[in-house]
């Protein structure tokens, strides 16, 4: 019997793993596209704080609504946006999580940015077969320094990871799509 139910788990095992079919030429370009050629924009549909203990805290106490926890909160229904257009990247992306310093009173908890930023990098991930972009860019109306690291991939899928010194760090997870002109 318990060899039985050995083969039966190395079977279904077996079967569940997949042969790694690498991106056409063509996917590649497409892929490839976003950020250079193509204006785009991203909408999310989860927020993925760093679970911290007050935010653990905070999910206890039910506040994040079912199905939500601390490391994983939808936002679907919520204004969340990425947009570049040349060199030019707009954003309004809700935030969860802690602040370690600044912000003051009556300031913007999400995380905002409408400019042109520093340092901006597109590369061609081949061993994970995936597009990524890099840059530095500022809070609106704010002195905040983020560090944006972003991956598009082939499904269309994206990550946005949103790093600064004065907050915890989050992923956004949502799609991309070619950005319409009255967007």
């Known amino acids: 019997m318990k060899t039985l139910v050995q083969a039966v788990i190395m079977l279904l095992f077996m079967m569940s793993c ?3 079919k690498p991106l056409t030429e063509a996917q590649k370009l497409t892929l490839q596209a976003w950020g250079t050629e ?3 924009v991203i909408e999310s549909d989860w927020a993925k704080p760093l ?3 007050a935010l653990n805290a905070m999910a206890n106490t039910g506040i994040l ?3 939500n926890s601390a490391g994983s909160i939808s936002i679907l229904g919520n204004v969340n946006y990425f947009k570049m257009k040349g060199d030019t990247i707009t954003a309004h992306l809700p935030y969860y999580g802690e602040r370690y310093m600044g912000g003051g009173y009556n300031t913007k908890i999400a995380i905002e940015f409408d400019g042109i930023p520093r340092s ?3 590369t061609w991930n081949e061993q994970k077969q995936r597009a990524e972009m890099r840059f ?3 809070q609106k109306d704010d ?7 972003i991956m598009i991939f082939s499904n269309n899928t994206t990550r946005i990871d949103v790093n600064s010194a004065e907050r915890s760090l989050i992923t956004y997870e949502g799609k991309i799509k070619v950005l ?4």
Request: aromatic content about 14%; proline content about 7%; overall charge negative.
């Open 180 to 183: 319409v002109p009255q967007e």
């Open 18 to 20: 997949s042969t790694y």
């Open 143 to 149: 002195n905040e320094l983020y560090d944006i690291f």
């Open 120 to 122: 901006k990098e597109i």
């Open 136 to 138: 530095s860019i500022h």
């Open 51 to 53: 679970p911290t203990a």
């Open 65 to 67: 609504g079912l199905g």
């Open 38 to 40: 193509k204006a785009f």
